[in-house]
Structures are given as structure tokens and as C-alpha cells.
């Protein structure tokens, strides 16, 4: 459908001459969650790095139905690194596409952009605005929708959505997990990066990327920054009135006080604030939102703590409270919140 | 400055072959609101339609100072018409750089992109989105800023603030009027259209149209859509944070019960909770941020309907009401409170 990019699948994970896994972790995701739509891996000679794959040339790789080679590394300031790019024309000729969720575009560095010309391959910047996005209509669409907001970025919010996405799926429930950014894009194939959506398009996107439904299916939704963050505010807000969300989680990490990135100078909202803001704008697009419960990131906790703060926190607000990480009988009870209507 | 488009001025204001005011609201906008950066007129042969400006050829306004043509009317549908084309040719052959604001792009046209090229002259086109913008900061900047708010599209936000950055002047005030919109762009000279930003600079692009400033210095900034609107409110709330604004004005239609263009699926708030909500992120990121009045467009009301309308609410509200456009008394009270610190 026009504005959504669709990738082809499967992929090759190219790690380049990446050896450290913080920086691989598009790769170690993709791994993760989809390892039936990866073929294999390949990195530079001499990179040590393996991610458990066959390890495959682009050639041996399309022999096994690869249709695309990923560039599953973002090193320090995202750019396409110029070592790379012999092994991404072989990628080419061996009749792979590119997909990339680099800064720098692949459409933009000319010997890649003529060789895919000339191979009639696909380049595909993953943070590039899609084209063809509608304003929004704010019509009611049927079929049920959850997304995950959270009170800060980089928290959880796109675990959560695919933790949810996968236990919801394990019940039999209908379920699609619907990308708002790179990282997610390439585990669901699919999806909007909003954060590159021109902003008159931005609800108008969340609702082209969770359409009509049948009314059992739910489309669960990877929320993007929070509305109290003082750059991403609008991303967050425009994607919340777009999904038209019936039930939204939020997410949070114990023990983070402000802002990441911003100094002391923004700090966290309280769980009951953030609840109260999300619904008074959810309410205005979908009179029946409501939060189902809260996600909980505990990565910095002991098992025996972690499991204390969630009964806690539970207790503390009437709702289900879970670290997806974690998984167990609290996620359980949230992953029921969810879909008791 | 990067990522805020700067027009050359003054300008040759040209209406083609459009007789009916109702499609020329630039032309009459910029004939208004800065005739003294309006050398004159240009329609084609056999248009009636005059502004009350001089009758100039490009050649007679490039002698008298003219730096662009500006595109003045918009046609239903934003296209550009090829009627205009041999016009546009002329403008540029004459030294004149054309400003659209329509909806297809000049650098699209390719007779006028090479005539452009050849000529060393500029085709500069509002929506475009500007290249360059910084994601937000969210640090507080020095000097003043008024912000002008809305429950909806539309209604005079535009407008307010045009007529609150006029009063400041008249009292004195060193003020600038920042503009976010396509016509409020072309009477500023300079601007950066919101509704183009990608997403992720939202905010970021409206801390950049109001920059760290004397502390008695006030940028009265043009708001845009409304935090009640299912398409636009990411745009408002992106606006609203990167503003940081100390005073803000609500601007709301008397009568006006839905969002325009919507049905009637969205009812617009009451004027208090519409207040309470603005003030909620405001506040996030300037905790003295305040609503100092409403500006409400009586249009559709006789005069003595419109003066009880206006008293009645301020009453009610304890806030300064007023009417832009009729101006009196109400507006200068809707200063006073603006300015009182």
C-alpha cells in the first residue's frame, strides 16, 4: 500500500567490519525475532563477529531465496562506511536488494545507485520519507488496536509491542505487530518510519499503517518517543491519535528520573500523570482507550528486586504490572488486561 | 540561517489569469498586512481582477527594486497552471526569482527549473521541506515568546498574532512576528512551514524560528492546527514545546461546535478545557508558561451581538476577550494582559 515501505524477505545480515555486538544490534534483532526470514550472515573478512547464522556469500545466500541483504551494523554516527561498499556491489550483482536504516542514503553514494540501475535492484533507505501519505480523516476503523506509549524514548516501548505481539499470538488471538521505526521495520518486513513522516502526514500515516480490520484481529502498535519529551512530543502525539488505540501499555524504566539525552532539566512524569495525559488524548479519537496496564524495564534489577517493584507498582496503581524481558505470571496477567474487553 | 527559508524582497505580486479574490487571500495578504514589500501587480491580459497596487511588468518591477515574483493566488487544487508559464518565463528573464506556495513544486516544471539555471536565478518553493533542521534541544532560551493556539483550524491564529505583533510594535515593543504557515511566510519575508518539517525536528524547527533573543525582546510566533485536531495536533504540539512560549493566546470561532472538514465526529473542547490541556505541555517545557487571553472571531456576528459575545466571555472566563479584527477596547486589554509580566 503506498507509504508503507514492504521489504523483501528473506534477508542476508551484513555485519561489515563491525565486531563489537552493541553495534549490531539491527542484526542480533532481527536474529532474535525473526530468524525464519534469515538466511544467513556475512561479514567482512577478518571480522570475528558471529551471530549464530549459516554463514553465507550474497550468491550462496540468493541460492537459498535471500531477496535482500540487510546492513544490520550502525556504527558510531550512522553513515555508510566506504570499506563496505565492495561487498554491497557484490550484494548487487549476486541479484540481492540493499536495505539500509543508515543516516547517509545508499540512494546517494553514485556507484551503488548506478549499479542498481543496471541490475534493476532495489536501494531501500529504510529513514527516508515515504511518499503518497494521506492527511488524516479521524474515521472510526474497525478491529481492535494497541500501542505501547511510554514515559521516555528508548525504554522498551518496540520490545514490548513485539513481546505483546508474540503472547497474543500464542493464544490464537489474530494479531499483526505494526513498525513505527528502522529497528522494528525490519523484524515485522514492514511498516512507517514516523519519525521521517512529513508532520502534516503523521496521523494520517499511523492510520494507513493499522487499517480496517476484522473486528477479533488486533493490529499491535510500536509507540514512538513519549509527550513529555521535549523534542519527540509531536511524533508521539500524531501517532497515538492516528493508531485510534483501544487499549494502550505503558511503558516505563524503573529508576530513570529524566530525560535521557537532556540533562536534569526534564524530568519523568509520574505513571498516574503519564496515564492521565495519554488517555485525555486518546479519549479524543477513541472514547473507549484505556491502559490496560504498565511495562516495566528492570534490566537493572535483581531477579528477587525486580519481581518485589512489580507487585509493588501493581499494587500501587490497580494494574498489571510486567517486565516483558522478564516474561512470567505478571505478564501473563498483563497480556490479559490487554485483551479482557 | 539553516533550515529557515528567507524570500527576496520586495516583491512583483502576480495573479495570473485568477479574477475571483476568494482564490487571491496571498496576494490580498501581503497587499494588507506589507504593502511596503509590494512594488506592484501583475495579472495576465484580460484579467479584471486589481489589488489597488501599481500595474508593473516584471522588467518595470525589477527597475524599481523587485527581487521576486510571488506566485499571489491559489487556484482550487494548489497546481500550478501552464497558463502562467510563458509569465513566469518572463519574471525570470527579467532577474525576478519566483516564491510559490502552491502545492506542485516550480523545480518540478522543467522549462522553468532550466530557465532557472541558465538565468542564476532562484525557484523557491514554501512547502518544500527545509534541509538542515536540528532535532529540539529543549533548553531555555532568553527573550520572550507569545504563542497563538487554537481549538481548531482556521480560525485566526494567523491573523492574531499578525495583530498582536502590529500592537506590540505601536507600544513600542521590540517584537517579531514568526511565521510557520505559507502565507504568513510570505509576509514575514522568512519562516519555516511546520506542516513540511519531518517529524523528528518538529520542535527542533521551532526552536530555531525563535532563537535566544534579548530578554525584552518578544517573538509573537504563528500558531498552527490544534492539539484537538485528529490530523494536525502533532504539528501543534511539536510547535508548542520548541516555542516554549511565556504567553500564549487561544484563538477559537464563536459558534463554531465541530472541527471544520471532519463531520460532526469531533466536537471542539470547551474553551477551558482547551486551556487547561495547552497550559499541561506548555508547561513542560516552560513551567511560567500562561494563557494571557482569547482571541475569538465574531465574523459572523453584528457588531452589538459581537461586543456582548466578547464581554459575556471574558466575564465568564476572567480572561481578556477579544476580537482581532474589530480591535477597541477588548483588544488593548488582550495586550495589556500579554505584556503585563
Redesign the interface.
Known sequence: MSGIIELPRPFLLFIGDVADPGYAKTALGLRDWTPEHCVGEWALPGNPLRLGLPVLTPSEAREQGAKSLVIGVAPIGGALQPLWLDALLEALEAGLDIVSGMHSALADVPVLSAAATRLGRRLIDIRR?PPGLP??????RRGKRLLTVGTDCALGKKYTALSLARAFQARGVAVDFRATGQTGIMIAGRGIP???????F???AAEVLSPDAAPDHWDVIEGQGS??H??????????L?GSQPDVLVLCHEHGREH?IG?GD??PLPSLEDAIG?HL??AR??NPDARVAGISLNTAGLAPEEAAAVLAAEAERLGLPCADPVRGGPSFDRLVDACLSA
Not at 521535549?230 to 501517532?239: D, E, Q, R, T
Request: proline residues 5%; glycine residues 12%.
Open positions: 520519507p492527511v488524516a480523516t479521524g474515521q472510526r514516523m519519525d521521517a513522516v512529513v508532520s502534516d503523521l496521523a494520517g509527550l513529555f521535549p523534542a519527540y512530543a509531536g511524533v508521539s502525539l500524531g501517532l491519535h530525560v537532556y532539566g526534564y495525559l485525555q488524548h479524543r479519537v
